[in-house]
């Protein structure tokens, strides 16, 4: 009995991990076709990608396979900081994009887009949250970082700088190359697990395309 309740948090877990996946898959999608017509950044966006993959690949083995403590790889270091830099700059385009909508749009649509980026964002976060996990780091600090984005966008607005906007192509790419690594993290850390999870890999499809389609979320 004490060896079934063990096993069943980690199973509980994989179909989790399978629900994320299926919704970054649906946000890529939207990032590649904002990118598409911008060939040069879609270029740099695929490179990127197959980056992310060997670098999920050798976070996994780090991770899951001999690793016995933080701070005796690089990997300790560099997936992390890119995963944290990610959730500071793509949330600080929801802060700039809240600040001008109810700058030039009013209240009632800057309130209707504010729910949107917290419903969007609570499903975002838990993705970054669960890839966290593996390296024992908690999720106020996650949650912590997207907020500071948040209030860092709505700052450059108010300053009237186009920063966030300016430079929204280039902040894309790294938040499909920090997708992009969580999904491989999440494969190559269960494979098993992931493989029986498919009906949770399509409700997250469907989560995705729902905030996708109604609130722009990617």
């Given at each position: 009995m004490r060896e079934s309740m063990a096993i069943l948090p980690k199973i509980n877990e994989g179909y989790i991990r399978g629900a994320i996946v299926g919704m970054l898959a649906v946000f890529i999608i939207a990032i590649v076709?904002?990118?598409n017509y911008r060939p040069l950044l879609l270029l740099l966006a695929v490179i990127l990608s197959f980056v992310a993959i060997l670098l999920a690949k050798k976070a996994s083995r780090h991770f899951h396979g001999s690793h016995?403590?933080?701070g005796d790889s690089a990997i300790d270091v560099v997936a992390p900081?890119?995963?944290f830099l990610v959730n500071i700059l793509h949330p600080a385009i929801d802060g700039f994009s809240l600040y001008e909508t109810f700058d030039s749009e009013g209240a009632l649509a800057g309130f209707v887009l504010f729910g949107g980026v917290i419903l969007h964002e609570a499903f975002r976060?838990?993705?970054i949250i669960t890839a966290f996990k593996s390296f024992s780091i908690k999720w106020y600090w996650v949650?912590?970082?997207a907020?500071?984005?948040i209030l860092l966008g709505v700052a450059t607005g108010i300053a009237g700088s186009e920063f966030f906007h300016r430079h929204e192509g280039v902040i894309e790419i790294a938040t499909l190359f920090a997708y992009v690594f969580i999904i491989a993290e999440f494969y190559y850390a269960d494979r098993s697990t992931v493989k029986k999870s498919w009906a949770f890999v399509a409700l997250g499809v469907v989560i995705g395309s729902l905030l996708s389609v109604f609130f722009g979320a990617h």
């Open positions: 076709k904002e990118l016995t403590h933080s900081s890119m995963l976060q838990s993705a949650v912590a970082t907020l500071f984005g």
